[in-house]
């Protein structure tokens, strides 16, 4: 499904990178960055760096590359953080780290409660995806879209309070 409509969204962008920013700090991007939660601790915990994986950012919700790779930062600083592995459960749990972070920095407003429907979307949605059809999404925004437009945009979003 191709996304003919896509706008990306400055706010969400600008969000995002702060919270890499106030989270992992400096990262790299590379080709042959960590696969498994075990290796991304050992990384971490041996070397002191995040390392984030160069590839599959040509459709996401981001306006740029770089953006997807700050998330992807400041998601895998969650999953370190919280010792949460790369498991289904683990993904969900660290989406909920995510929009917690998130309320606490900009406030439980209209407008974070929808960037917090993003992370869910990415995250948690994406995850779901793959399990059914054993891939990600081709075009993540697309996906993303449709996911929070159907799924989510009439969520309770209390569970951005629910600790992990």
Known sequence: MESKYWLPDIEFDAAVVRMSWLTVGDFIVADDAPQTYEEMISQVEGQGVFVVW????????????????????????????????????????????????????????????????????????????????????????AFVATYADTRLAAADMRHCFVGS
Not at 61 to 84: E, L, M, Q, T
Not at 96 to 117: D, E, F, H, V
Request: with cysteine; proline share 5%; hydrophobic share 35%.
């Open 54 to 141: 160069s590839g599959g950012s040509e459709r996401t919700i981001y306006s740029d590359p770089k953006i997807n790779f700050a998330v992807r930062a400041w998601h895998d600083w969650c999953h370190w953080r919280g010792r949460h592995d790369f498991s289904p459960a683990g993904e969900i749990a660290v989406a909920g780290m995510q929009r917690r972070q998130l309320i606490a920095i900009y406030g439980n407003t209209p407008r974070t409660r929808r960037l917090c429907r993003l992370i869910d979307a990415e995250i948690v949605g994406q995850m779901l995806y793959l399990q059914r059809h054993g891939e990600f999404p081709t075009d993540q925004r």
